[in-house]
């Protein structure tokens, strides 16, 4: 009978074990086509990529950016920077707008969103490198914005270090 618990107890053990990963040491992989270094948009006519940059938004309200923008041209194809799982329709705005798009990813100890991308699915799992999507048209929305995706935390905090 000790066995049988022992074995038992021994089978959940292996059923549940997950590797733990540091996300302090998880770096992306290239995100968008044609930018395999990451670069993060600089600042223009619409304003600066970095986390944390002032934003006007409507009625001149100030807020602050809570993502990454990752410089990508219009149409390009969006990859999954590490395994992932997909985790359904992240919207940036909720307008519908031509640019209102994005999906919510887990992997590597992390939860993030990517924004003003069209999934190709918006469920499962990816392995590092396979597409996820295209970027969104952004200068139809924004003409003379940087064209970018846009990287953000699930629990909005600076996503640069990943980077």
Do not use: W
């Not at 000790?2 to 770096?27: E, F, M, N, Q």
């Not at 002032?54 to 590490?82: Q, W």
């Amino acid at each position: 009978m000790r066995l049988y618990i022992l074995y038992g107890v021994l089978v959940l053990a292996v059923l549940h074990y997950s590797p733990s990963v540091d996300a302090t040491k998880v770096k992306f992989g290239p995100l968008c086509s044609g930018n395999p270094n990451n670069n993060i948009r600089g600042c223009d006519a619409k304003g600066c990529g970095k986390f944390g940059a002032t934003r006007k938004g409507k009625n001149g309200v100030i807020r602050k950016h809570k993502g990454l923008d990752i410089v990508c041209n219009d149409g390009s194809t969006i990859y999954a920077p590490f395994d992932v799982t997909l985790n359904g329709k992240a919207s940036p705005y909720g307008n519908n707008n031509a640019i209102d798009n994005g999906i919510k990813l887990n992997g590597q100890g992390l939860c993030f969103k990517l924004f003003y991308v069209k999934p190709d699915k918006y469920s499962g799992s990816l392995k590092k490198g396979e597409k996820i999507g295209t970027l969104l048209p952004m200068q139809k929305v924004y003409p003379g914005i940087t064209s970018h995706v846009h990287v953000q935390m699930c629990n909005e905090s600076d996503p640069t270090k990943y980077f």
